[in-house]
């Protein structure tokens, strides 16, 4: 081929894949050299105000990207990349809106936060659409990596700082198990190719004859998405993570990572490895079921706010792996996005108002909530409804989200788990609901009130608003969301 | 396999070797400790200060920049190796990655992290 | 040619190293090494594989995982300092203030 050929080619047909993603990486580099000289150290609204604006126009880029396989089919836009793009970058915009007055209280500038959180979408960008073992891993790597820094931000408190560093080893030692996995089923498939199709058909070959190599790798791969997204036995690190972070990070790691590695976990075990579907499937049904019983029973015993929501959203995790258990991965794709677009607006709301609280010296234990109802009814509504919602209480749209999960469930036999799964639920309604109780029954001193970031209100309205719309559209809504997004 | 034979014997005649020499000059050497011979020998001067001394924690952060940009340049081996084939479009796509990197010492030039105080 | 075997014998054993060392070892500095170790083991599969099948993607794979090997030694050793700093220790066994 020509060099003119080849570089028209690149130009034409591969590159506008990743204009959404090639923006983040772009724009985050020129932010931090030479951005960073022009602005005044004393601006710091200015950098949100950028990355936001970036992010913004990445989504659109993403969203109308052309419906194609690229770069030696290694990345690809569909449906479902289409679709968890959009949510990592919703997931990046709140944490944005969220993060303002934990910043505006640090001395110095901010960019390389803003940055970090730019890069680590675009990380998420790139996961999603991934349709080859070399893409995949490096993406969730620079997703992981940014998050990393991230935790550890606030580098003078050392509950950040060892927040980080455990996060760090224990995300190490999973990307080691990965590309050991990955590497295994290189072998396993003669060494020729990454490629998530040609993979399959390969390895549904060798399986066939019960290879040793197959069952090890595919289970390592498996175990190094587990630790991604949190998922029992590989969830150590979430709760102390999530409770070391700045706040607007734990909200971070709840929601854009998670869409972004179950978009993943789709597209390698949902599509990419269906001719090898028994090797995996009893082990991703053990480690759903303990997520879910794990992921409550813990939350049930937890003091504060944040690390309630880093163990209920195992549980959370642990109902979504039943999607990609899913036969139908159409099906699945749809059901998982719809339940992480919902937890997103839930999970983003009560993330602002335990930052708001937090910000007046309250907030992360549980019983700072008390009397919540009197001092604050308007926020204290909001707050129930975030919480009933991520019980699945109906009619809230938590309910549907969920509905629709387990009815797939079922419809693809996996009757036993969803079981468990409506028994976990109930124990979660117990934890969700105590918090509405501590709110509205529980007396407090009373203390004084401080005004909410216009963003945060914002970001609590406009949740709330959504989750009320959902509730009154329902299932139809949905429904025809999920076909639009990701049909 | 064969023809490893002659580097397995190495590998044993290399392991035999420090054991047995460590044992004779055990056997032949007169035992006479004394303080002098105990201490640190730093050119014939008396020891200033211990042999375990910490390093700035600035030599830390050169070091892992340093490593970076090191290990980046592993990306160039592949091009150079192939260089002739690659021809024009591959000389543009090392330069994209070679200007990328520029930015990167431009930010940590620009926060000052070369500078040694 | 070495048996493919044998590669998967030897990576096995590095990968086992490194999977023992971060689980025993307390020195932070340490189980970062030990997790570095598990990602050559991938890239020795990973080259032997390719070079056994004749195909260069094994190969490019690998160098790729060295640059990113890299990355994240830098990111492991700056969290390090900054809490050798704050609080004076790399012992995993002292950092305790938060509890799982």
């Given amino acids: 081929m020509s060099f003119a050929q080849g570089l028209l080619e690149a130009l034409t047909k591969d590159l506008p894949l990743l204009y959404g993603p090639a923006l983040l990486a772009v724009a985050a580099t020129l932010m931090l050299w030479p951005g960073d000289r022009f602005v005044g150290r004393g601006n710091k609204k200015a950098w949100a105000f950028v990355a936001a604006l970036v992010l913004l126009a990445a989504g659109a880029l993403a969203l109308t990207a052309p419906t194609d396989e690229g770069f030696n089919r290694m990345f690809r836009v569909d449906g479902l990349t289409k679709g968890f793009q959009a949510l990592c970058v919703m997931g990046g915009l709140i944490t944005i809106a969220l993060s303002q007055p934990q910043l505006n209280a640090l001395k110095e500038q901010t960019v390389e936060y803003y940055a970090l959180i730019l890069f680590s979408v675009c990380g998420m960008m790139l996961l999603v659409g991934a349709t080859d073992l070399v893409s995949m891993y490096f993406s969730l790597e620079l997703m992981a990596l940014c998050i990393y820094v991230l935790v550890a931000y606030l580098r003078h408190q050392e509950r950040s700082v060892e927040a980080g560093l455990k996060y760090f080893l224990l995300g190490a030692f999973s990307s080691g198990i990965l590309l050991y996995g990955i590497s295994l089923l290189f072998a396993a498939a003669g060494g020729v190719t990454t490629n998530l199709a040609e993979l399959n058909g390969r390895l549904a070959l060798v399986s066939a004859n019960g290879s040793l190599l197959v069952y090890a790798g595919v289970l390592m791969v498996l175990v190094g998405f587990a630790f991604k997204v949190a998922a029992v036995p590989f969830h150590m690190w979430s709760p102390d993570a999530y409770e070391g972070a700045p706040t607007p990070i734990t909200a971070f790691m709840s929601m854009a990572p998670k869409a972004a590695a179950l978009g993943a976990f789709l597209r390698v075990f949902g599509t990419g490895f269906q001719g090898i579907a028994s090797d995996w499937m009893l082990p991703l049904a053990y480690i759903a079921g303990a997520s879910m019983v794990l992921g409550n029973v813990a939350a049930l015993r937890q003091q504060s706010l944040k690390r309630l929501l880093a163990y209920s959203s195992i549980a959370h995790v642990g109902y979504m792996l039943l999607g990609v258990m899913s036969g139908d991965a159409q099906a699945g794709a749809q059901a998982i996005w719809l339940y992480m677009l919902t937890y997103l607006l839930m999970q983003s709301g009560a993330f602002a108002i335990l930052i708001y609280l937090q910000g007046k010296g309250e907030g992360e234990r549980i019983d700072d909530f008390r009397g919540l109802g009197r001092r604050q009814p308007v926020l204290a509504f909001a707050m129930m409804v975030f919480l009933l919602s991520l019980a699945g209480i109906p009619p809230l749209v938590g309910f549907f989200s969920k509905f629709i999960l387990f009815k797939l469930a079922i419809e693809q036999g996996h009757v036993a788990l969803t079981v468990l799964a409506l028994l976990t639920s109930a124990v979660a309604a117990y934890y969700y609901l105590n918090v509405v109780a501590v709110m509205y029954f529980k007396e407090a001193p009373e203390t004084e009130r401080a005004p909410m970031g216009s963003l945060a209100t914002l970001v609590v309205t406009v949740s709330c608003a959504l989750i009320l719309v959902g509730t009154f559209f329902g299932f139809r809504l949905m429904d025809w969301m999920g076909r639009i997004v990701l049909g | ?117 | 040619m070495v048996p493919m075997n044998a590669v998967l014998l030897l990576s096995f054993l590095l990968f086992a190293l490194g999977v023992a060392g971060v689980l025993i070892r307390r020195n932070a500095l340490i189980i970062l090494m030990c997790a570095e170790l598990m990602l050559n083991a991938a890239n020795l599969n990973l080259i032997a594989f390719a070079r056994h099948s004749g195909t260069p993607a094994g190969q490019a794979f690998a160098l790729l995982v060295m640059g990113l090997a890299a990355a994240e030694v830098a990111i492991g050793l700056a969290i390090v300092v900054a809490l050798y700093r704050k609080k004076d220790t790399v012992q995993v066994d002292d950092i305790n203030l938060l509890k799982g």
Wanted: a neutral charge.
């Fill in chain 2, 1 to 117: 396999m064969r023809g490893y034979a002659p580097i397995l014997l190495l590998f044993l005649v290399a392991l035999a070797l420090p054991v047995i020499i460590w044992n004779l000059s055990r056997l032949l050497r007169p035992y006479a400790p004394s303080a002098a011979k105990a201490s640190t020998y730093e050119c014939g001067i008396t020891p200033a200060t211990e042999a375990r001394d910490q390093f700035s924690v600035r030599y830390y952060l050169v070091a892992v920049m340093f490593l970076v940009f090191d290990v980046e340049t592993v990306f160039l081996f592949p091009w150079a190796v192939q260089m002739k084939e690659l021809a024009l479009f591959g000389l543009i796509e090392i330069g994209i990655f070679l200007f990328l990197l520029l930015f990167g010492y431009g930010y940590i030039w620009s926060k000052g992290a070369l500078t040694w105080e």
